[in-house]
């Protein structure tokens, strides 16, 4: 897969800031169809750090219930990639 199909954004959230600033991890949305290893290849080449470990949820959203019946919720795919200690990336 292109890099830039693997990664869809970053996300920016509490949770997500602090572990950037403490641990030196970052959360990103990818493809649901994306691999470990082709989501550690996208970051290194579109960013220019090194990884060190990549961790991936499958987050379904909730059923929601509509007039017309019930509508299964959208699965996205988190991954949180940890970086080198001596690379940084910069989303802000």
């Known amino acids: 897969m292109n890099p830039i ?3 869809k954004q970053p996300l920016l959230t509490e949770k997500s800031t602090f572990g ?3 641990f030196n991890q970052h959360a ?3 493809d649901t169809r994306a691999r470990k290893d082709e989501i550690k290849a996208a970051i290194e080449e579109l960013y220019g750090v090194r990884v060190t ?8 959203d909730r059923r929601r219930r509509y007039r017309y019946g019930i509508v299964p919720g959208r699965t996205t795919k988190k991954a949180i990639v940890r970086l ?8 802000l």
């Open 5 to 7: 199909h693997v990664i």
């Open 20 to 22: 950037a600033s403490e």
């Open 28 to 30: 990103f949305l990818v």
């Open 53 to 60: 470990h990549v961790t991936t949820q499958n987050r379904k």
């Open 84 to 91: 080198h200690p001596e690379d940084a990336i910069e989303l």
